[in-house]
């Protein structure tokens, strides 16, 4: 991978890692929409403000005035957005030991998504990899099973797959987007922002006009975990979008090495939040690495 995809790809990781710890913390025995839609308003209110600092504000308005880049960049926002729904829910319930190292298989998924996209046959180095990485997730489920986490009654399992794969079909669609259609990466970041806060907005208010009535299981708490965790998103896909509109960047590549995110997550989420088996799961997660790994090469 050339230097200039590497560098921006791995501060993005960087800051990542630490959304992660912010996420948890924001929405831990919280209200999900609500913190979802606020860490989202925080971020683009941001990155909008950055815009008028820069000047940019005004020409990124503008760009790509057609309807099929809005269009586009709208069903990007949707994808996007029902990825972090299903996370957010997942990983208020989830430990941050056993939700992260999931996250972590985004690759894997991006990787089967090129292998249907463009036929392309896996290696033997590749099929040792899926095998590392399955043998990881495996023994997260029996490290689960000690806490008393199962796929057949949590949810929270279900959920951080299903916004996982969504959110590999979402690396692939940025390729199309950034890679093949030429989009500006700035004004994708720019229009992908306000779309995400309508999208998350108009489904915070539906759930709460349909249940209004009932009492809310959770009560919304104001964190200033929620800003911060806003934030942070938008340097990491500022510096995320950067790199994939380099040309011949291979969003397989930048996947993986963007997700080397799990290892602060991992590390420091599991301590913060006095997270049990940790020795356990790493073992696990070590697995996963060297099977994301073994994919890289």
């Not at 913390?25 to 913190?35: K, L």
């Not at 990983?91 to 298989?105: E, G, K």
């Not at 998350?200 to 709460?208: E, P």
């Not at 960047?249 to 080397?260: C, D, G």
Request: aromatic content about 14%; some cysteine.
């Amino acid at each position: 991978m050339p230097i200039a995809c590497l560098l921006p790809i791995l501060g993005s990781a960087l800051i990542l890692g630490v959304y992660d710890i912010t996420k948890k913390s924001a929405v831990r025995d919280n209200a999900v929409m609500p913190a979802l839609f606020y860490a989202t308003l925080c971020g683009s209110l941001f990155f909008l403000a950055v815009s008028l600092c820069r000047g940019t504000f005004f020409p990124l308005l503008t760009a790509g005035a057609d309807g099929i880049f809005f269009l586009a960049i709208f069903l990007k926002s949707m994808i996007v957005s029902a990825s972090w729904i299903c996370v957010y829910y997942a990983m208020r319930d989830l430990p941050i030991s056993i939700a992260v190292p999931i996250r972590a298989s985004s690759p894997l998924w991006v990787f089967f998504g090129s292998l249907i996209l463009y036929h392309e046959i896996p290696t033997l180095l590749q099929g040792a990899a899926m095998l590392l990485i399955f043998s990881g997730y495996y023994l997260f489920s029996v490290f689960g099973k000690l806490e008393g986490i199962t796929f057949r009654h949590s949810k929270g399992l279900y959920l951080i797959l299903l916004g996982t794969l969504i959110g590999a079909g979402s690396a692939l669609y940025d390729k199309l987007l950034l890679g093949k259609m030429k989009y500006p990466h700035d004004a994708v970041q720019f229009w992908f922002s306000i779309d995400l806060v309508l999208i998350l907005g108009a489904a915070y208010f539906i759930r709460s006009i349909l249940f209004r009535k009932s009492a809310p299981r959770r009560i919304f708490q104001w964190r200033w975990s929620i800003p911060i965790t806003g934030i942070l998103l938008i340097g990491a896909d500022f510096l995320y979008f950067y790199a994939l509109s380099i040309p011949d960047t291979p969003i397989s590549i930048l996947s993986l090495v963007r997700r080397s995110d799990c290892i602060i997550s991992f590390a420091v989420g599991s301590i913060w939040f006095h997270e049990v088996n940790k020795r356990k799961k790493a073992c696990a997660l070590a697995l996963i690495l060297l099977g994301i790994v073994l994919l890289a090469l």
